[in-house]
């Protein structure tokens, strides 16, 4: 089984522009993981489609696995976590955002670590700071486990492995407008 993120976009009806969220699930196929796309945005009406996904294998120099829960095998330390940047450019009309897979022991401690990135540092002044989404708390907008995003279904089958990499890999990511029917 593989674990993928995506992000999906749709215009839900009484929205003016296109919306977007992020999305993880566990298939051995992008088709395996439409009845949960699905059921994620249910205010979308099967009108979501993908803008952009990766098969998770490989973050910051580790090897993300999937396994089954019921498996014999040990989860210790590390684990897979998604941060949501935003910040402002000064006269631009928009929240820029920047989303990360950091491999942490913590919250705290990812989040640390994604305040030294260079999107942190250069989107922000005064009066309008960059920020990590979060919807726990001041100034954090979404710094969230794998573990816990996961929908339920994969969640009490499936658990996320990680173990250091023996070589450097990056996941490659695939950009470009895919509905759902083509899959």
């Not at 023996?166 to 990511?173: G, Q, T």
Request: charged residues 25%; contains cysteine.
């Amino acid at each position: 089984m593989k674990l993928y993120q995506l992000l999906l976009g749709c215009k839900p009806a009484g929205r003016n522009i296109e919306q977007h969220d992020v999305f993880f699930g566990v298939g051995n196929s992008l088709k395996d993981l439409i009845p949960e796309i699905l059921n994620f945005w249910p205010e979308a009406n099967g009108k979501i489609h993908i803008d952009a996904w990766r098969e998770v294998t490989h973050v910051e120099g580790f090897q993300v696995q999937v396994a089954e829960r019921s498996s014999d095998l040990t989860v210790q330390g590390n684990a897979l976590f998604f941060l949501n940047l935003g910040g402002y450019k000064a006269d631009e009309f928009s929240e820029l955002h920047y989303q990360m897979l950091l491999i942490g022991q913590d919250k705290a401690e990812v989040t640390g670590r994604a305040k030294d990135s260079a999107f942190f540092k250069h989107t922000g002044f005064d009066g309008a700071p960059s920020h990590i989404d979060d919807k726990y708390g001041v100034d954090v907008d979404d710094v969230f486990e794998i573990d816990d995003v996961l929908p339920a279904g994969f969640k009490d089958q499936f658990r996320i492995l990680i173990s250091r990499a023996e070589v450097k890999v990056e996941d490659e990511i695939h950009l470009g407008y895919l509905p759902l029917q083509k899959l």
